[in-house]
């Protein structure tokens, strides 16, 4: 009799192991370190402050080398590697450096880990145009981002723009 309980206990505790484990695969996704999530938090910062103070090499300094950055409005506009972001931002700077009277603000990323070093994430943003007497927004929409760790650190891959109305 002792050993039939003893036999019953082990199924079962060996079904439970099992189904845990199964379970367990089929719901797994890599896991982000409260570093990851602080480091890609940081990179929303150094977008931002590049683009309000017109610093392209902060700027670019978020963006791996073959990264691609699209805005979604009218015919849109994609630009893909280093390069050619480099190109369009200094060109969007028109050879100014310095504050360019505009403050973006994004909401909390939302942000999901998808793969082993790489992450995606949705953010709303506001851009203020701040060279009044009050600040009034500008734009507002949100970014999809895909992140991916290099060995400088997280980097975005890649960022879509999408605006509520076209900026004017």
Request: hydrophobic share 40%; charged share 20%.
């Amino acid at each position: 009799m002792k050993q039939v309980r003893v036999l019953v206990v082990g199924v079962l505790l060996g079904l439970m192991l099992g189904m845990g484990w199964v379970y367990a695969q089929q719901g797994s996704r890599p896991a982000l370190m409260p570093h990851d999530y602080s480091e890609i938090g940081q990179l929303y910062a150094t977008i931002n402050h590049g683009g309000d103070f017109r610093d392209a090499d902060l700027w670019l300094s978020a963006f791996s080398d073959d990264a691609v950055f699209t805005i979604v409005v009218g015919s849109g506009q994609e630009f893909a590697g280093k390069k050619a972001l480099s190109e369009w931002r200094h060109q969007s700077f028109r050879g100014q450096v310095g504050d360019a009277k505009v403050r973006h603000w994004d909401g909390p990323p939302r942000i999901t880990p998808t793969g082993e070093g790489m992450a995606n994430a949705r953010s709303y943003f506001m851009v203020y145009d701040v060279s009044g007497k009050s600040p009034t927004i500008s734009s507002s929409g949100y970014h999809d981002d895909v992140f991916v760790k290099t060995v400088e650190g997280w980097r975005v891959k890649s960022r879509k723009v999408y605006f509520d109305a076209p900026p004017g």
